[in-house]
């Protein structure tokens, strides 16, 4: 999968709302957070909370350039929860962890700008 990173890039083709609520997108608490130097690209390893439901999925994040590990334990953040889990490396990838990139591609998490209950769902 190819995700586009420009700004200018033209709006995706018009789904229905049918397709969106397809795309289950939750907020969960980072729980941990560590190092993965096994990785290609510079990335982290994510435990996140995503509440009663769901419970702790795991997830690899290129976030390293705007993110220090200590920063990121407590902090809310949204993901799709319900793709297929993805094997990076030797580690399992539960979820994707959803951010925008900046002006240079370095990826800016997508968070809430108020604490939410964790499991919550975007809609």
Not at 45 to 57: A, E, H, M, Q, S
């Amino acid at each position: 999968m190819h995700l586009l990173h420009d700004s200018s890039a033209p709006a995706a083709a018009p789904i229905s709302f049918d397709d969106f609520l397809k795309v289950d997108i939750r907020i969960g608490t980072i729980l941990s957070a560590e190092a993965f130097p096994e990785a290609r690209k510079p990335a982290y390893k994510l435990k996140i909370d995503f509440g009663p439901t769901l419970g702790i999925k795991q997830s690899s994040a290129q976030i390293t350039t705007h993110y220090q590990l200590d920063q990121l334990v407590g902090k809310q953040v949204a993901a799709v929860v319900n793709f297929p889990p993805r094997q990076i490396g030797k580690f399992m990838s539960e979820v994707l962890t959803l951010g925008f990139p900046d002006a240079q591609g370095e990826v800016v998490l997508f968070a809430p700008d108020q604490a939410v209950p964790d499991g919550s769902r975007l809609f």
